[in-house]
């Protein structure tokens, strides 16, 4: 395709470490009738990384210059960090994805998703059977930053949910169909839930709770 005509359009890459919540920003990304992307994630809860849309170019972006980009001026790919792609775990080469696109002529912005780094961790040790964080840490230090890059806020969407996305989609200035009802679909309870586990006590309760009385006597 000439890059003349692709010059308007805009892509938002998501990435995240393993784990972190890439395919549930992708589907709300995804949602918006302008934006094109992994559509068959507003059906199917779950869907194998190597189906993206984008999964070949993660790999092989000089491929890019083949997409066919013309039926949406919206795009948003997806890719976790790591990822596996035909039974392979790669480090995705996202800078060079980003590379190619502006060569096209592509606006491109970068969203990397931040969870909560415990519960992170525990969900790629239940998953991966081991931690892949600095791998993923290390890639985006050293490559995206450079790049016009956003922090995406996992615990942020589960506590403001449509707010949060109508903001975001102001300071991405992409459209987000933070009004649409399926934003919450398949998501019965936050993705947290499951880690978290109720404190009977902890060291620092003792003095808190004295303090307050004391206050209290004190009439304060």
Known sequence: MDSKDITSKKLLIITGPQGSG???????????????GWKELNDQYWIPSDEETFAEYWVHPEKLKDFDFSEHDYWVANVSCPFMYDGVRYVPMIKEFADECKQLGIDVTIGIIVRDKNINEAQQLRVRKEVTMPIALDYYYDNLLEYNTHFLDHEAFFLHKSHYLKYISKVLDFPIAYDNPNIMKFIDEDANHKYVKYVDQYWLDKEVLDGIRTKKERNI
Do not use: A, Y
């Not at 890439?22 to 094109?36: I, K």
């Open 22 to 36: 890439n395919h549930l920003f992708s589907r709300l990304f995804s949602l918006h009738d302008d934006v094109g």
